[in-house]
């Protein structure tokens, strides 16, 4: 099938946000579709809700369902019932909080239970923005990432700091696995993160 300029990608790209109760995850999603940041008084998401937002992947046309799901514990039976229809998962973790960076763990293997075998997971280091609380290095992040495979980067929801890029990357993966040929090579998706941050000189808004 041949994709034009105006061509829609029919099937519509689930990705979900997790991660511990106060990552940011409503935060990031705000920024990536409105462009604001969420300043103020901290109001934890109750359950699950999804916002839609098309992206416009070299020239094919990406519905991206971004579900947005509570951090907290007692929402976890929830939130497990969504992931079995997740195309991407986002794994934020918050740079001033150890603990969250912590429970990455504890969240991938939630993940391995309860998502498809074949779902794309990108992990974020959140409030990359917050130079002086900072307790979990960059350094660590990449490798906590390399040790269980998945690409990594750090954003900021406040800077907007790669908060698009986390989008369009996962966009990316998911358009080139629908529509790639038998023979044609995977997409390296933390080879285009790293690319496009080079690009950018690391600061991509
Ligand atoms: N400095 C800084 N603060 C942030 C950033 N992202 C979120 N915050 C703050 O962190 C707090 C929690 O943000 P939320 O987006 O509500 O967190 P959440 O992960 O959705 O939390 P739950 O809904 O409980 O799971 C809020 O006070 C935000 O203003 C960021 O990138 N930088």
């Known amino acids: 099938m041949e994709f034009t300029e105006t061509a829609w990608l029919r099937c519509c790209c689930k990705v979900m946000l997790v991660g511990d109760s106060g ?3 409503t ?3 705000v920024r990536f ?4 940041f969420l300043a103020g008084s901290f109001i934890s998401t109750v359950g699950i ?3 839609n937002k098309v992206l416009d992947i070299d020239g094919v046309k990406v519905k991206l369902q971004i579900w947005d799901t509570a951090g907290q514990e007692r929402f976890r039976s929830v939130t497990h019932a969504y992931y079995r229809d997740a195309h991407a998962l986002l794994l934020l973790y918050d740079v001033t909080n150890k603990a969250s960076f912590n429970n990455i763990q504890a969240w991938l293997t939630e ?3 309860y998502a498809q075998k074949d779902v794309v997971v ?5 409030k990359a923005d917050s130079t002086q609380e900072r307790v979990v290095k960059r350094e660590d ?3 906590l990432a390399k040790e269980f495979g998945v690409p990594f980067m750090e954003t900021s929801a406040r800077s907007g700091l790669n908060v ?3 989008f369009t990357a996962i966009a990316k993966e998911l358009k080139h696995r629908s529509m790639k040929g038998p023979d044609e090579p995977k997409f390296q998706l933390q080879a285009y993160v790293n690319q496009e941050m080079r690009t950018a000189g690391c600061c991509r808004t």
């Open 27 to 29: 935060c990031l999603l």
């Open 49 to 51: 809700d999804f916002r």
């Open 111 to 113: 993940i391995h239970e």
């Open 164 to 166: 698009e890029l986390s």
């Open 33 to 36: 579709k409105d462009g604001a």
């Open 122 to 126: 990108m992990l974020l280091g959140n």
């Open 23 to 25: 990552v940011g995850k």
């Open 141 to 143: 992040g990449e490798k």
